[in-house]
């Protein structure tokens, strides 16, 4: 398995270098086509009108939506000029989520900037919140500060469910290039620690049938610390610059309501992480 194709989503009103660097990085190490890819629509205004002047507003704020993506294209275009491969735009007057969806069957992963808590406009952004429980394919979620992909040490968030099996095996192309792998899992309590460990040393073996070292952890439970608040611990302490884990909801019903782990991992601005649903 490889990365054929790579797509970046791109924000108006919001830093965008972050991701076009790690974007860039990954069509160079896989030889992979660049997709970049953006939307945005027209805020409805805060005010009535009709007739002619409603026209004219209308056509007004498309003109400037429409001035301000060609803007993100000459960014994507300048961002990728020296990284080979085929490059290609796709933009749209739509919601940026609905559009990035849409155009996510033709990448085998998409990147995306991490969620902003003080900005958050779905007339001018696709947030990784609205992306990840649907776009169907691995996202990786690069935050702002991030300057490159950071191999040399991986932190894989393993649970035992269809999403975690689903994330690492997304994640192989790029775990076959780090340098350490470290698996773990939080026990949940009650859990018979034997047996956890007994499969996070199964995903440890299926990944050396692949070609990758990685060690094994079952991390301590700790009554006083969220799942979130753990696996950031374990992150730090093997200086992971990219999380691989499972994206979950709250339930079948309301997916757009992350977990609290999902949540955590979309808004934290430490390292890239991949998701995968």
Known sequence: MT????????????????????????AERFEAAIVGVAAAQLAPPL??????????????GEASVKRRLAGLEAQFRAA????????EWRSA???????????ARCADIVVSGGHSTV??????????RDLVMQVGRPLLVVPDRANWLDLRSVLVAWK??????????????????????????????????SSVMAGVTDVAAWLARHGVTATARVLDSARNETAAAQL??????????????????????????LGGV???????????????H
Do not use: W
């Open 3 to 26: 990365y054929a194709t790579v797509m970046v989503s791109l924000a108006l009103d919001q830093s965008n270098e972050a991701r076009l660097q790690v974007a860039g990085e990954l």
């Open 47 to 60: 005010y009535f009108t009709d007739g002619a002047e409603a026209q004219r507003l209308i056509d007004e």
């Open 80 to 87: 990728t000029k020296n990284r080979g491969g085929h490059v």
């Open 93 to 103: 007057l739509d919601f940026p989520a609905r559009f990035v969806l849409a155009q």
């Open 119 to 128: 900005f958050s406009d779905a007339f001018a952004l696709a947030s990784p």
């Open 160 to 193: 035992d469910t269809a999403e975690a099996r689903r994330a690492v095996a997304d994640a192989l192309p790029m775990l076959r290039k780090a340098r350490d792998i470290t698996i773990v899992e939080i026990p949940e309590q009650g859990d018979d620690r």
């Open 232 to 257: 950031e611990k374990a992150a730090g302490d093997v200086g992971a610059g990219l999380i691989v884990a499972g994206a979950y909801g709250h339930s079948r019903f309301r997916e757009l309501i």
């Open 262 to 276: 999902t949540q955590y991992l979309v808004t934290q601005s430490a390292r890239s992480v991949l998701l995968s």
